[in-house]
């Protein structure tokens, strides 16, 4: 079985920069995940890619199959999670461009399964415990320090910190929930951040968001709106920045068995009901 220690997990942009990629398919007791998996080497790791939204960008963000995700990365060897995404900035000063590696997150999702720990059986027979694992620091202490390193390394200064909120799209916000969203002083909005960062923890991975701001969200800004066409747009324009960032950001990452985050022991020794993959 091909075998993995990193996981990347964004857009269809970034797994051609693979070496001698391998495309395994994986299924999950959730399903499939959004697509295959591409394994390949990368700064001298072995990284598996997954595209969030299939190849082609077929699936809306709540129709990902964020569970699925997760656990196909992991069952492959994956213990370290990089998850690059478009964002809308909720701040002037964060205008296109801009690279935010947020340390918090607000959920204002409504749909998506954002738990392994549901008490439903799974399809080999065992059934998961209720357990609630602390997402206080949603994020990897240790992933968020190489990631603001690999790209102060690439002189792209990046925003150590802010708050990434999520709603479930695929529209984008009014202006009112906009300016709701910038009053509580949040830095981000995006769609696909959660629950992805969350189920990592629940298996015990390190989860990093590295966020690339594409547009001013509606209420940070006077025009027309954010328009698809003006996201993709920008998010072309640094597809090969953010590819060398996480170039690096794979790079420094620790081996996995010498991993000292609090990812690490997440559920606490306790047990889940079922066997990790
Ligand atoms: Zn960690």
Same mark, same amino acid.
């Not at 923890?201 to 025009?223: F, K, P, Q």
């Not at 000292?260 to 079922?274: E, H, K, R, T, Y």
């Given at each position: 079985?091909?075998?993995?220690?990193?996981?990347?997990?964004?857009?269809?942009?970034?797994?051609?920069?693979? #070496?001698? %990629?391998?495309?395994?398919? %994986?299924?999950?007791?959730?399903?499939?995940?959004?697509?295959?998996?591409?394994?390949?080497?990368?700064?001298?790791? @072995?990284?598996?890619? !997954?595209?969030?939204?299939?190849?082609?960008?077929?699936?809306?963000?709540?129709?990902? *199959?964020?569970?699925?995700?997760?656990?196909?990365?992991?069952?492959?060897?994956?213990?370290?999670?990089?998850?690059?995404?478009?964002?809308?900035? !909720?701040?002037?000063?964060?205008?296109?461009?801009?690279?935010?590696?947020? +340390?918090?997150?607000? +959920?204002?999702?409504?749909?998506?399964?954002?738990?392994?720990?549901?008490?439903?059986?799974?399809? +080999?027979?065992?059934?998961? *415990?209720?357990?609630? /694992?602390?997402?206080?620091?949603?994020?990897?202490?240790?992933?968020?320090?190489?990631? !603001?390193?690999?790209?102060?390394?690439?002189?792209?200064?990046?925003?150590?910190?802010?708050?990434?909120? =999520?709603?479930?799209?695929?529209?984008?916000?009014? @202006?009112?929930?906009?300016?709701?969203?910038? &009053?509580?002083?949040?830095?981000? %909005?995006?769609?696909?951040?959660?629950?992805?960062?969350? !189920? &990592?923890?629940?298996?015990?991975?390190?989860?990093?968001?590295?966020?690339?701001?594409?547009?001013? +969200?509606?209420?940070?800004?006077?025009?027309?709106? =954010?328009?698809?066409?003006?996201?993709?747009?920008?998010?072309?324009?640094? /597809? #090969?920045?953010?590819?060398?960032?996480?170039?690096?950001?794979?790079?420094?990452?620790?081996?996995?068995?010498?991993? #000292?985050?609090?990812? %690490?022991?997440?559920?606490?020794?306790?047990?889940?009901?079922?066997?990790?993959?």
């Amino acid at each position: 079985m091909a075998n993995a220690e990193i996981g990347v997990i964004g857009g269809s942009g970034f797994y051609s920069f693979l #070496d001698d %990629v391998t495309e395994i398919q %994986v299924d999950t007791p959730y399903g499939p995940p959004s697509d295959s998996l591409f394994l390949g080497d990368l700064a001298g790791r @072995r990284v598996a890619f !997954l595209p969030r939204h299939g190849r082609g960008h077929h699936l809306p963000p709540h129709r990902i *199959n964020y569970r699925a995700n997760l656990w196909a990365l992991r069952s492959v060897g994956v213990r370290q999670v990089l998850g690059p995404c478009a964002v809308g900035g !909720l701040r002037p000063e964060y205008g296109p461009g801009t690279l935010l590696v947020p +340390d918090q997150l607000v +959920d204002r999702t409504k749909s998506r399964p954002g738990t392994y720990f549901d008490g439903l059986p799974l399809p +080999d027979g065992s059934v998961p *415990n209720v357990v609630h /694992v602390s997402l206080a620091d949603p994020y990897c202490s240790t992933g968020r320090s190489a990631a !603001l390193k690999a790209a102060r390394g690439r002189e792209w200064e990046p925003v150590d910190g802010g708050t990434l909120v =999520v709603i479930e799209g695929p529209r984008f916000s009014t @202006r009112a929930e906009s300016l709701w969203h910038q &009053a509580q002083g949040w830095s981000v %909005v995006g769609m696909t951040g959660h629950p992805e960062a969350a !189920l &990592a923890r629940e298996l015990e991975l390190c989860y990093t968001s590295l966020t690339l701001v594409t547009d001013l +969200d509606a209420g940070a800004e006077t025009g027309e709106g =954010v328009s698809h066409e003006e996201v993709l747009r920008v998010f072309a324009a640094n /597809v #090969d920045r953010m590819r060398g960032v996480l170039f690096d950001a794979v790079a420094a990452l620790p081996a996995t068995e010498e991993r #000292d985050c609090l990812c %690490v022991n997440a559920l606490g020794g306790l047990n889940p009901g079922f066997e990790l993959p």
